[in-house]
């Protein structure tokens, strides 16, 4: 774990607001740097950690006697419209209106279903790509779960290309991260998306 340092982002928004040519001291400006670094260290909370953290942080798992031995069956599990806010890492602009829809086949070892979302929320409060989000979120199921059979499917607008640039206010982004199974028996899954 590593801690953002405030300081230095009230600091540099400071700078920030001088640079666009406002005065930082102004009434309405005066909290700023402060409200900003915190609202980051809020926004951004995933930064601290590492996925193996993160993984650590909510290995909350049953097992499968307890859950009914779902895996015997080869059961998949589906988190639906998670959701979340990120922001792009070249602009950092907001991406906004996503939802993320987690699937696995437990193997043995069941996950906490809030623990799911909670994944999803923390790889999200990072400088992400929405690909990103996916194979962070794979790769942290399969570290808790043991399950190599994972698929991420997210939706999501990107502020970056809706407020500025090409402007295409109606245009969502779609990604996948299919694993193990999944990678070839993915229509049970597909019928989740929406
Ligand atoms: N693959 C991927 N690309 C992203 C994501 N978020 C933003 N981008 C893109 O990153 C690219 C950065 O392109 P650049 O040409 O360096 O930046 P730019 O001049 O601001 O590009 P425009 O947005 O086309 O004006 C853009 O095409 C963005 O749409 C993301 O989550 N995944
Ligand atoms: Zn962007």
Redesign the pocket.
Known sequence: MKEIDTEAVAYHIRGLLEALGDDPDREGLKETPQRVARMYEEVFEGMKYTNEEIAQMFDKTFSEDEEGGADRYGDMVVVKDIDIFSY????L?L?YDMKVTVAYVPNGKVIGLSKIARIADMVAKRL?????IGTDIADIITQVTGSEDVAVYIEGC?S??TA???RKTNTK?YTQTLRGRFQNESNGFMQWWR
């Open positions: 792009c890492e070249h602009h602009a991406m992400q790509l929405q690909e990103r990107h970056c290309m500025r640039g090409i982004t």
